[in-house]
Nanobody
């Protein structure tokens, strides 16, 4: 079964940290740029961070710059999102998404806004509350 599985969500106090992980099952993430999205209740899904196929390019939403760090380990077939200095506005379901990149000219790109990935994960809840 081809799927993405997120893990690492939970309840954390304001100012705390969490590390989310996105793991691929049944396929290799090496051929994909990966994006982390989040969706809070009553709000649209927004791109939080993305990373290119080989990790050379990363992008962040303004709301998380300097607090979140995306990384990938193609050998382990995972992409992580390290989140620090969390605040209640970060509360959301976090999803990872995989965009297949076949054109070598696009290997260095990732997509913060595109919502047509080949794969979506099922999401993991992050709640920031005291």
């Amino acid at each position: 079964q081809l799927q993405l599985v997120e893990s690492g969500g939970g309840l954390v106090q304001p100012g705390g940290s969490l590390r989310l992980s996105c793991a691929a099952s049944g396929f290799s993430l090496y051929d994909y740029a990966i994006t982390w999205f989040r969706q809070a209740p009553g709000k649209e899904r927004e791109g939080v961070s993305c990373i290119s196929r080989r990790g050379g390019r990363t992008m962040y939403a303004d709301s998380v710059k300097g607090r979140f760090t995306i990384s990938r380990d193609n050998a382990k077939n995972t992409v992580d999102l390290q989140m620090a200095s969390l605040n209640p506005e970060d509360t959301a379901v976090y999803y990872c998404a995989a965009h297949e990149i076949r054109n070598a000219l696009l290997y260095g790109l990732c997509f913060l806004s595109r919502r047509d990935p080949q794969y979506w994960g099922q999401g993991t809840q992050v709640t920031v509350s005291s």
